[in-house]
């Protein structure tokens, strides 16, 4: 083996004027929501720590340092190839792109450029440079749309992962802070950076250091410790025998599947306080369960009630263990698929909101009954759906870090309370909330929020068909099915068609971006249709949904159930036979009023006391 090198560097020093390649077997970039929504979490996490608005820029300097792993390079005179790593350098690059975009209009914007690529005789080239993604990060880097359809899988992905990033970069750090952040985030964070000169010596220690033969996962060595503690040997083996089998149906469940469920179930039924988000709060319970729940968990056994010599630790693992962790892949299926009597968990699964599962588990007792612990879970479901569609209408971020201290208040409060005590406080919840449909009457579409639109769309149109007497169509207009759906504007991009009502283009892209001027239509109907005005667009409206159809005369004729669903809820639908501003506005109402009802609060009440 010839010379090994390793070096601690800081992102600006990794990718600074460095080009990088990826060995062809490994080009496949295959992250998902929940890896970069934990990058996410983690680096403002660490920032927000240090973070004071008071502080000149150069305090940064001090704030706390973040070690974000280690990559393994294969340097010849010709490139630095990649060997590991490539997934975190990849959503680093994502990442730095964001930021750039998210500079825009700043008046003077930290320069990420030269992280991100570099030019040589007028030509730009991506630091970190794969062939078939050329187009797609071309596209991210200048702020332009780009088709995915027909591009590789992995291309896909990568533009799926910026859109992820751009939805869940938390809204506190996109003003004020942005610049403190990326200073943080070039100086502060730090890899390690193992170099070898040959490509056998950079496999061999790739596999070296991937090879865990010996290593103990937290989840075994929390088993380890339990089963120590149980003293009847009939016992402790029939306690194995269970956690074998539970721990092997959450492994096939998915990946991270495992360690989620300890950190919801111990977090939902034992965390009493969690870190304070100031510099120098020490981690809390909440906190140090995320981190390392086989530890906090040894460290705290009495104080959870596993007293030594008693029976304890066997009714851990054969009642809480097993309770918990069954209403878990319950969940776990909920969030993957609708199922009768969870739908609201798969809502906000799509939402990307992971806090809910501590939250789903917090009112459950081993004492509930199946039928009780269902409507404890949907209940708590209907609550998070509701909250998470107020912030979405009032374009409030629901990102992790921007949640995390409220739903941890919320799980704290609602730990162990019957379905009517649950319903009661979970409304008070909602009533406290300043923020409702009521408080912002120009919803609209942005770039960071039209995935979050297009799940709202989909759930008003839904809600519209099935009032009606059809059959729901949700999964297919989130697409989950085979025919891909869009947000469709009513009015084509063209401000010269309406100059009457609007002076400046700018005001007339403001109101046509208004919830009011969206549909949810096939991908397919959009290429088609979509460039048309109003008057030839209408006709074809009335082929596809309900929402859609109501602007059309004819879908008030002969259409028993839509009128009576109209008529009952005194909602105001009408035709609209050409569509101007008053127009776009009234429908505004329309949908406003729409949220009242499918997002009702009354409903907790309604549901646990029935």
């Known amino acids: 083996m010839r010379e090994i090198l390793g070096k601690a560097k800081t992102v600006r020093e990794l990718l600074k004027g460095v080009k990088y390649s990826i060995d062809y077997y490994q080009r496949e970039y295959k992250w998902h929501d929940k890896q970069i929504r934990e990058l996410v979490d983690d680096l403002t996490g660490k920032f927000l720590e240090g973070y004071d608005a008071s502080h000149p820029r150069e305090k940064v300097a001090e704030y706390p340092h973040y070690f974000l792993g280690s990559i393994i390079i294969s340097k010849t005179d010709a490139a ?15 990442l730095l ?7 825009a209009g700043f008046p003077h914007p930290v320069n990420v450029d030269e992280l991100i690529l570099s030019e040589k005789y007028g030509k730009k080239s991506f630091n970190l440079h794969v062939d078939e993604r050329m187009a797609c990060m071309e596209a991210l880097y200048g702020g332009l749309a780009y088709d995915t359809a027909d591009r590789p899988e992995s291309v896909r992905n990568l533009h799926d992962r910026y859109r992820t990033l751009e939805e869940y970069f938390p809204e506190e750090l996109r ?3 942005m610049p403190y952040f990326i200073d943080w985030l ?3 964070v730090h890899l390690v950076e193992i170099t070898a000169y040959s490509d056998d010596d950079a496999y061999t220690i790739f596999e070296s250091m991937n090879d865990r033969g010996l290593s103990l996962s937290p989840t075994e060595m ?9 003293t009847d040997p009939a016992q402790r083996q029939n306690a194995d025998t269970r956690w074998r089998s539970r721990i092997g149906q959450l492994d096939e469940a998915g990946k991270d599947v495992e360690s989620d469920f300890f950190k919801a179930w111990l977090r939902s039924r034992y965390a009493t306080k969690i870190r304070e988000r100031r510099k120098g709060a020490r981690p809390e319970d909440f906190d140090r369960i995320g981190t390392e729940y086989h530890r906090w968990l040894r460290n705290t056994s009495t104080e959870i009630g596993l007293q030594p010599g008693t029976g304890d630790f066997y009714r851990f ?9 069954r209403w878990y892949l319950r969940l776990i299926d909920a969030s993957n698929a609708p199922i009768d009597g969870l739908e609201h968990v798969l809502y906000n699964a799509q939402n990307g909101f992971t806090l809910q599962y501590m939250l789903l588990l917090a009112p459950l007792t081993t004492s509930d009954s199946d039928t009780q612990a269902l409507r404890k879970v949907d209940l708590v479901a209907r609550y998070v759906d509701i909250l998470l569609a107020r912030r979405i209408w009032n374009s409030r971020s629901i990102a992790y870090s921007t949640m995390q201290y409220a739903m941890f208040l919320v799980m704290r409060e609602i730990r162990g309370l019957d379905l009517d005590a649950l319903g009661k406080h979970l409304h008070a919840k909602l009533a406290e909330d300043g923020e409702t449909f009521a408080t912002n009457d120009r919803p609209r579409v942005h770039q960071q929020n039209r995935h979050a639109i297009h799940r709202l769309l989909a759930r008003v149109t839904d809600y519209v068909e099935t009032r009606s007497g059809q059959a729901s169509r949700y999964t297919e207009y989130v697409n989950m099915g085979k025919v891909r759906y869009e947000v469709e504007h009513i009015w084509a991009d063209h401000p010269e068609r309406h100059t009457g009502e609007f002076t400046h283009p700018a005001d007339f892209a403001e109101h046509r971006n208004r919830l009011g001027g969206l549909l949810l239509l096939p991908k397919s109907f959009n290429a088609s249709y979509g460039d048309l005005p109003y008057a030839d667009k209408l006709p074809h409206y009335n082929t596809q949904n309900l929402l859609a159809r109501s602007l059309h005369p004819q879908c008030y004729g002969h259409n028993p159930g839509f009128v009576g669903f109209a008529q009952s809820t005194g909602l105001p639908f009408r035709p609209h036979g050409h569509f101007a501003k008053t127009d776009l506005e009234e429908r505004t109402e329309l949908y406003r009023r729409l949220a009242q009802v499918v997002w009702d609060p009354q409903d907790l009440l309604r549901y646990a006391s029935n």
């Open 80 to 94: 630095s190839n990649i060997v590991d790593g490539q997934q975190r350098l990849t959503s680093l690059t994502l």
């Open 97 to 103: 792109v964001l930021l750039r975009n998210l500079q």
């Open 175 to 177: 003003g004020h802070a």
């Open 186 to 188: 070039l100086e502060n």
């Open 222 to 230: 929390l088993k380890g410790y339990l089963l120590a503690n149980i």
């Open 317 to 325: 693992i054969d009642s809480d263990f097993d309770f918990y962790s």
